[in-house]
């Protein structure tokens, strides 16, 4: 079993920066893949960008390509996504989300390889 408690997120203005933070507890050394994902109400969930474990490979949606960088902290157990040049559609529930197959990385932006998710923190842009 792996828990994750996401934090960091909050209201800023359009063109500001956020990180958000997930931390990880459990059975944390079978992890492969990270996801951070969004969803809005009514909405399916999107990815928001991967990163595999193991290797540090990280893969990211066009959609925010260029604007967010995700990293981890194998030693403190946590995921973070860097936010910048938030746009007022950046504004969702923001998700993280783990998981223990091997083959993840062959679609990392799948929310179906993951197992594990955390329970959202919320991103608010104002334009």
């Known amino acids: 079993q792996v828990q994750l408690v996401e934090s960091g997120g909050g209201s800023v203005q359009a063109g500001g920066s956020l990180r958000l933070s997930c931390a990880a507890s459990?059975?944390?050394?079978?992890?492969?893949?990270y996801g951070w994902f969004r969803q809005a109400p009514g909405k399916e969930r999107e990815a928001v960008a991967g990163i595999y474990s193991r290797s540090g490979f990280t893969s990211y949606a066009d959609s925010v390509k260029g604007r967010v960088t995700i990293s981890q902290d194998t030693a403190k157990k946590t995921l973070y996504l860097q936010m910048d040049s938030l746009k007022p559609e950046d504004t969702n529930m923001y998700y993280c989300a783990t998981t223990q197959k091997g083959d993840c990385w062959l679609q990392p932006h799948d929310p179906y390889q993951y197992n594990y998710w955390g329970q959202g923190t919320q991103v608010t842009v104002s334009s």
């Open positions: 459990g059975y944390t050394t079978s992890i492969y893949c």
